[in-house]
């Protein structure tokens, strides 16, 4: 009777609810009414299980991220385990938030960050969100063929085979786009998840082992219990370590359980968090002020070495679809590219097209902008440092209220995590911008 009157009101407002870029829930008598949102059965049967949307998590945050979290401890000392462990928790606190927001209206299902940002903020939030969603997932994808060229370069250059970065950025670009022209959604996207999670896995594998082999030969090393200067660095490194909550809402939607997101994001977190701990640790123990980053350039050339950057090299191509998946589908949403509007075969051919421009945009940049690398590390320390843990609150607090968390504790909680947030965010972008400074003072010296 409760859930008859529920659906009757959701059926009188069905015409008046506001539809800023969002896609509407379908609401029939047989519709499953869940705490605080509405979820259609039929829309979910055809969804990805939990187990899809864990891979998809582990695969988007323990990438190449991952080679530089020694580094991050040999920066700030022993005492960045706490800070690494801190930040964790608040990027989880945070994003479960994030999800939570999607149903703050109880009758439609926000579809992104930038729905929340315009909800929430109106368009000053709506621009301000919009301009670091663009450039993080398009900037990702960038940085990621780059990457994947210089890797690939030095290592066939070894035994014989030089074709140039540039080259080795075209191959990259056209190896990653058959999967993301092919594979239309998150769900269809999660084996690259799989394989993308077993090569980051098989790297930290490779350096926690020979770590632990090279110790005896590197003793004495020196070690710092806290380093106070270096550890805002560390804090950079860790959130930029935990970023990848663009996708997050995406990975949700593909979900056939979806109030299990806190859940399947917990584990998922653990799951990065112990691969940190096992390329972190040891590294640090075996290296100590001589560790560096990415982590393989201390190990023993070889096997070793060959195995971390093919392993990272293969993630960040399987990771790149994922990326530009999530940043396609809100583009094809807004253009109305989808089986609706258009008929499987329009837009099977308008999905094609569009996701090969964006290809061709990709591969482009990668190629030609001069420090471009720097400028988007610029935009994603920022960006990053915005969206991860910063915006996910201040949403919730804006469209759920103040006086709604749960008693003293969680608001100071809320306070603490926006203030280290903050600091992280600041710190994190005066970082890089001075890299980006002293890299243009270079180039600049080095042509006079």
Known sequence: MIES???SKILRDHDSWPNYGTTPIAITDSTLIETGDAISHSNRETKGSNWTAYVNVVCLLAGSG?????????QGG???LPVLFLSGIICTYANIKLIECLYHDGKTRKTSISDLAYDAFGNIGLRIV??????????????????????????FVNIGIDLGMTNWIYICSAVMSVPFIFLKTMKEAAWLSVFGALTTALAVLVVFVTSVMEYPQNEPIQHDFVNFREIPLAMATFSFSYAGNIVFPHVE???????????VYVHAMCTVTLMYLMIGIPAYITYGHTTLSPIYLNLPPGFAVTTSILMMTAHVLLALPIYQT????????????????LGKIREFIFRTL????????????????????????????????????IMPILFWVQLFGWN?????????????ALIFSFYGFFVGTFDALAALWLDIMGESESGQ
């Open 5 to 7: 009157s529920v659906n």
């Open 66 to 74: 991952t080679l530089g979290i020694p580094y991050a401890i040999q």
């Open 78 to 80: 022993w005492i960045s």
């Open 253 to 263: 939607a593909s979900m056939k359980h979806p109030r299990s997101w806190p859940t």
């Open 326 to 341: 999530a940043f396609s589908l809100e583009i094809e949403d807004y253009l109305g590219i989808n089986v609706e509007n």
């Open 130 to 155: 919009g301009f670091f969603f663009t450039a993080i997932s398009v900037g990702c994808s960038i940085l990621y063929l780059i990457l994947a060229g210089e890797s690939l370069q030095p290592l």
């Open 404 to 416: 709604q968390l749960n008693g003293w504790k969680e608001k100071c909680w809320v306070i603490f």
């Open 354 to 389: 569009f996701r090969l421009v964006i290809v061709i945009i990709t591969t482009y940049f990668a190629v030609t902008i001069p420090y471009f690398s720097d400028l988007m590390a610029l935009l994603g320390a920022s960006g990053n440092g915005l969206l991860l843990s």
